[in-house]
């Protein structure tokens, strides 16, 4: 997939105002709307200029894709990376997959699947209308998972500046993060959305809880996996080693005979639930160097003394 410069299809700088990203707009559909140009690929040329607009437009689309531009150049293979767009809050109503589908892979990679705003919102309301709701990607540590927590969170909210420049305009808020929140999940914060119109109440802001990556655990669902070196003594003959858990370190049972990729299962001490999630310990068998002699000589040993083909299973 490759990179795109939404600023370079539209013909414009990155500081353009928005009322010259609506100029630029206008001025490219008419060249290219494919009933009256005689351009060549005008069809091609007149999606690429209006997937551009579709994101240009948009103050919370254009600060982040902003964001997510810097240091790329046109054509480059492009993947976006990890929640590039955390920390960001949207206003809902964003592209739904059904607008996405009429984009280019790249469009959808960041923009396909939406940001709907939930049950608020209702900006065409006359007198009273309740404020949208706000949605945000956080990034939170497992350990607040585990144990529950309280943490400030600043959060970027696109808007525009009187001269019509996207900027954004930060706010930290306090979030209890409850015990057990699993990635995916939402935290509703009542009354932090967009405000409401003629005294009614505001919106809600919506927090989608995604982990960061720790340096022991993967998280799946509400289980958690640790990747466990063990000697090829240990996984051969058996040993009891000592294996850290969120609880703390415990003795595990390595039986004889292991192999690598073994799963052991620790019930229980995962992510907090009604049913806890569980802890997988995956061995990884760990081979010692031969960076010696004398580990030469064992190893030269073990090739002379033991009846053994690694490709045995290969079909020769």
């Known amino acids: 997939m490759e990179f ?14 928005q009322d010259e990203i609506k100029r630029a707009y206008r001025k490219l559909a008419r060249k290219y709307h494919p009933d009256v140009s005689k351009e060549k690929n005008a069809e091609a040329q007149f999606k690429e200029v ?11 689309k254009r600060a982040a894709y902003d964001r997510l531009a810097s240091g790329w150049q046109p054509g480059e293979e492009f993947r976006p990376p990890p929640d590039w767009d955390a920390g960001f809050e949207f206003s809902g ?9 009429a984009f ?32 945000a990607k956080v990034l939170v540590d497992l350990e607040d998972s585990l144990h529950g927590a309280t943490r400030a969170i600043t959060l970027r909210m696109p808007e525009l500046t009187p001269d019509g420049h996207v900027t954004t305009r930060e706010r930290t808020l306090n ?20 405000p409401g119109i003629g005294k009614a109440a505001s919106g809600d802001l919506y927090l989608e809880v995604e982990f960061r990556p720790h340096p022991l655990f993967r998280v799946d669902g509400i289980d958690l996996y640790l990747e466990l070196p063990v000697a090829p003594w240990e996984a051969a003959l058996g040993a009891t080693v000592q294996v850290p858990t969120p609880g703390g370190p415990v003795d ?43 580990a030469k000589a064992f190893y030269r040993r073990m090739q002379e003394e033991l009846n053994f083909d690694p490709r045995a299973g290969l079909g020769r």
Do not use: N
């Not at 109503?93 to 589908?101: F, I, K, L, Q, Y």
């Not at 979030?175 to 967009?194: C, E, F, K, M």
């Open 50 to 60: 209006g997937e551009a607009y579709e994101v240009l437009k948009d103050p919370e």
């Open 104 to 135: 280019s892979d790249f469009f959808e990679s960041l923009f396909g699947r939406g940001r709907s705003g939930g049950a608020g919102g209702a900006r065409g309301a006359t007198f009273r209308a309740r404020g949208q709701d706000h949605h």
């Open 175 to 194: 979030v209890r993060i409850p015990q057990g929140v699993r990635a995916g999940q939402q935290i509703r914060l009542a009354g932090h959305g967009g």
């Open 93 to 101: 109503g964003g592209v739904g997959p059904e607008a996405g589908s």
């Open 4 to 17: 795109k410069d939404y600023y370079a299809i539209m013909g414009v700088a990155r500081d353009a105002t």
């Open 252 to 294: 595990l049972k390595i039986p004889p005979g292991s192999a690598q990729d073994r799963k052991l299962r620790l019930k229980g001490r995962g992510i907090p639930a009604r049913e806890p999630g569980d802890l997988y310990v995956v061995l990884r068998i760990a081979l010692p160097r031969a960076d010696s002699e004398r």
